[in-house]
């Protein structure tokens, strides 16, 4: 199994510098990552970085929080995409969605993808913050509002990915959408727990020391 297609690439920590993003770029290029993941003040450097690599640049909208208008959103991704985004990974308005207001919740998510116009957008549902019925639930709500992909955190909140919480997003999901996993997954066999439990896709600030061994 070649590990590095299963990765992002990722820094998203405030105090990453333009040296840590250019380190990371060429890292991806290297080992082949499937992409980077960066905040969006660096997409357009990443880009940069990265044209004909074939590695992907995915960038976070809401996020870490998920509580920002869907105007914001929006506003969020058609900039990154005009610097060169190709994948979208947004937060889940968690506290509508604990509020009961799942339909909100789901514009907010096909508001998204529509801006996206076609790139993949990857729904973060923060699932250290909820149930395994509200995992099912919130992954129902992505795939009916054009989600590609759901994944498990954000990293910032109490908790990051867990096989439970995958196989949780696997039995609602089936093939109907992509899992991935993301949030203190630092190790070749944590990674290889996530992909065996469902998730297509691992995002890590460990991608080196995953595919090196």
């Known amino acids: 199994m070649n590990l590095a297609n299963y990765?992002?690439?990722t820094i998203l920590k405030p105090e990453a510098t333009i040296a840590?993003?250019?380190?990371?770029?060429?890292?991806?290029?290297?080992?082949?990552?499937?992409?980077?993941?960066v905040n969006p003040a660096y997409v357009k450097k990443a880009a940069e970085l990265l044209a004909e690599s074939?590695?992907?640049?995915?960038?976070?909208?809401?996020?870490?929080?998920?509580?920002?208008?869907t105007e914001t959103k929006t506003a969020e991704t058609r900039d990154a995409i005009k610097n060169g985004?190709?994948?979208?990974?947004?937060?889940?308005?968690?506290?509508?969605?604990?509020?009961?207001l799942f339909d909100e919740v789901k514009k907010d998510i096909v508001a998204v993808v529509d801006a996206s116009a076609g790139l993949p957008v990857k729904v973060i549902l923060e699932t250290c913050l909820l149930t395994n019925n509200e995992i099912s639930k919130a992954c129902k709500i992505s795939?009916?509002?054009?989600?590609?992909?759901?994944?498990?955190s954000t990293g910032f909140s109490s908790g990051g990915?867990?096989?439970?919480?995958?196989?949780?997003?696997?039995?609602?999901?089936?093939?109907?959408?992509?899992i991935k996993a993301s949030g203190g997954i630092r190790s070749?066999?944590?990674?290889?727990?996530?992909?065996?439990?469902?998730?297509?896709?691992?995002?890590?600030?460990?991608?080196v020391a995953i595919v090196s061994g």
């Open 20 to 37: 840590e993003i250019e380190k990371l770029c060429a890292e991806a290029a290297k080992f082949h990552f499937a992409a980077v993941c």
């Open 85 to 100: 985004a190709t994948e979208i990974d947004m937060v889940m308005s968690i506290g509508l969605f604990k509020s009961g």
């Open 143 to 152: 795939v009916e509002a054009g989600a590609a992909y759901v994944k498990t």
């Open 188 to 207: 070749r066999s944590d990674a290889l727990a996530m992909i065996e439990a469902g998730a297509v896709r691992i995002g890590t600030s460990s991608g």
């Open 7 to 9: 990765i992002d690439h």
């Open 161 to 178: 990915a867990s096989v439970e919480a995958v196989l949780a997003m696997k039995a609602a999901v089936g093939d109907s959408c992509k």
């Open 54 to 69: 074939g590695v992907g640049i995915a960038t976070v909208v809401g996020f870490p929080l998920g509580a920002n208008t």
